[in-house]
């Protein structure tokens, strides 16, 4: 993202509805069913400006927290709303050994490098037998927008590219799902019928009745997930997988 943008991020996220269910969803994959997580520290990969790794912290008071992302503006932004470690570096190329985490997260940051597949693979490596990964990418190339532009997103998924992209990875698919359903069609509009010039990309924050309308529809789908089933469309893709543990000898 351009710096404008990361500006912009650090000034909302940690009110703005969008941002507020995916941090919610993200530690909510972490902390899924099933094996309990491996022992070691958390990897926020493209953390951004730092909101997502205050909820971490909060949400996993025994794990340290460390942060990575390509803009130095938001590894410095990120620095100073959190106590984590944060260092400049890309997705595609982890400064960090072998099986050195329990837990990767990646939000809305693998649509933004050439190969996303090169980054998964790396998500893989730095974790230890048995870790997971929570990914977040936005969804559907016919959804390109001004938006996008803005983020420098170079890719869009469907639901089966992302989650074969991971599973090619060597990960074990625990949870895959579209999300952001209930509000598409207001984001369609918005973002193909009612588009102006001036348009840049669509992290604000919204009057509070809008806001507390759409952190509403978000509950209502998390339940959704959470009891019935995937959802079938939606503006973003959302994996939960987990590195396999190794067989005994």
Not at 54 to 81: H, N, T, W, Y
Not at 202 to 224: C, H, I, N, S
Not at 235 to 244: E, G, L
Request: aromatic share 10%.
């Amino acid at each position: 993202m351009n710096n404008d943008e990361y500006i912009k991020l650090a000034e909302v996220e940690d009110q703005m509805w969008y941002f507020q269910s995916l941090h919610q969803r993200a530690i909510a994959g972490l902390g899924l069913g099933g094996p309990a997580l491996a022992e070691g520290p958390f990897l926020d990969a493209g953390c951004g400006t730092g909101g997502f790794i205050k909820r971490l912290v909060r949400a996993f008071p025994d794990r340290r927290v460390e942060g990575i992302d390509f803009s130095p503006l938001a590894c410095e932004l990120a620095q100073e709303r959190t106590q984590a470690r944060i260092e400049v570096a890309s997705i595609t190329a982890l400064p960090f050994a072998e099986g050195s985490f329990a837990a990767v997260t990646s939000l809305d940051v693998v649509v933004q490098v050439e190969d996303p597949g090169l980054a998964i693979r790396e998500f893989f490596r730095v974790l230890r037998p048995g870790g997971r990964v929570v990914i977040n990418a936005a969804a559907y190339r016919w959804l390109w927008s001004y938006h996008d532009d803005s983020c420098q997103t170079r890719h869009r998924f469907t639901r089966p590219e992302l989650a074969g992209l991971v599973e090619a990875a060597g990960f074990e698919i625990e949870r895959s799902t579209y999300w952001n359903l209930i509000p598409l069609p207001l984001i369609v509009a918005k973002r193909k019928l009612f588009r102006r010039a001036s348009d840049t990309s669509d992290v604000r924050l919204y009057p509070r009745p809008v806001e507390a309308l759409f952190r509403w529809a978000m509950t209502a789908e998390e339940a959704w997930i959470e009891q019935v089933s995937a959802l079938p469309a939606g503006t973003s893709v959302h994996i939960v997988a987990r590195k396999p543990t190794v067989s005994s000898p």
